[in-house]
């Protein structure tokens, strides 16, 4: 499995304090079934600031680390970028960085709203060329109200990534019913981890690829781990995996099978 979220670099934020806890999550992502991570560490979130150079960096240092430590886990450099208003200006400086070096670029929204000029922004990236990953829209809370919200960032050309963990019902059946039904309503692409640690945080991926399976069958989990491996090799993403039709049946099943 390939992983495009986490916070497996450290040093740089709320993820991995040092190596030897880098080096106990690549042991996990390993376990995990997981043979590519992106690291994608904060950046412009009000508290952390890791510009591309700083990114860049650390990448080959934690992957020798790991060949030394024989884990073999690739590790490939990305970045979380909040949505700011300096975001485009920063792009053209190159303080920026996409996922793994190719066309698609991972935005975090606030949880609490979607920003005034998430539109505008996602807009814009598209034009040069860029497809904006929307990180965790499920735990977004003008998302979790209107899902439209998201599916207006999916009209213009972003794609959704939803939390393994979210998915698995770690964060409660709420989440995870919302997660699901995004799942169905083709506004989610792909499944990524967001770790951050070993413990409370972790990969955790092939939990939620079992969910996804049992919940919304195997189809959808070729799908997710199609676009996975899509992202990494700058391939075009598969858009939609239900059809209007087949989304209505299974929410009809869904309606039956709560009376039942
Ligand atoms: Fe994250």
């Not at 030394?68 to 909040?82: F, K, N």
């Not at 991972?106 to 060329?129: A, K, W």
């Not at 309503?185 to 049992?214: C, M, Q, T």
Request: aromatic share 6%; charged share 25%; hydrophobic share 40%.
């Amino acid at each position: 499995m390939i992983d495009i979220h986490s916070h497996i670099l450290p040093f740089v934020d709320d993820g991995a304090a040092d190596w030897a806890a880098a080096l106990a999550m690549a042991q996990d992502a390993h376990q995990d079934g997981i043979t590519a991570v992106i690291a994608t560490p904060h950046h412009a979130n009000g508290v952390y600031l890791n510009p591309a150079s700083r990114i860049n960096e650390l990448v080959p240092e934690l992957q020798e680390r790991l060949q030394e430590a024989g884990i073999p886990v690739q590790v490939l450099a990305g970045q979380e970028i909040r949505v700011y208003g300096d975001l485009l200006a920063d792009l053209e400086r190159g303080e920026l960085l996409t996922l793994a070096g190719t066309r698609y670029i991972l935005l975090e929204m606030p949880s609490s709203r979607v920003p005034r000029n998430m539109e505008e922004t996602c807009h814009e990236l598209v034009i040069q060329g860029l497809i904006p990953v929307i990180a965790h829209p499920e735990r977004n809370s003008e998302v979790a109200d209107d899902p439209r919200k998201l599916e207006k960032l999916i009209d213009l050309g972003a794609v959704g990534q939803v939390t393994a963990q979210s998915l698995a019902g770690v964060f409660g059946s709420k989440l995870q019913k919302l997660s699901l039904d995004l799942c169905r309503r083709n506004l989610v692409h792909v499944i990524a981890s967001d770790a951050h640690d070993s413990g409370h945080r972790p990969f955790g991926l092939s939990e939620a690829y079992r969910v996804v399976e049992k919940e919304l069958g195997s189809a959808t989990f070729d799908f997710f781990q199609q676009n996975s491996r899509n992202i990494v090799e700058n391939g075009e993403l598969i858009r939609a995996i239900y059809n209007g039709s087949r989304n209505l049946r299974q929410r009809m099943f869904g309606i039956f099978s709560r009376r039942g």
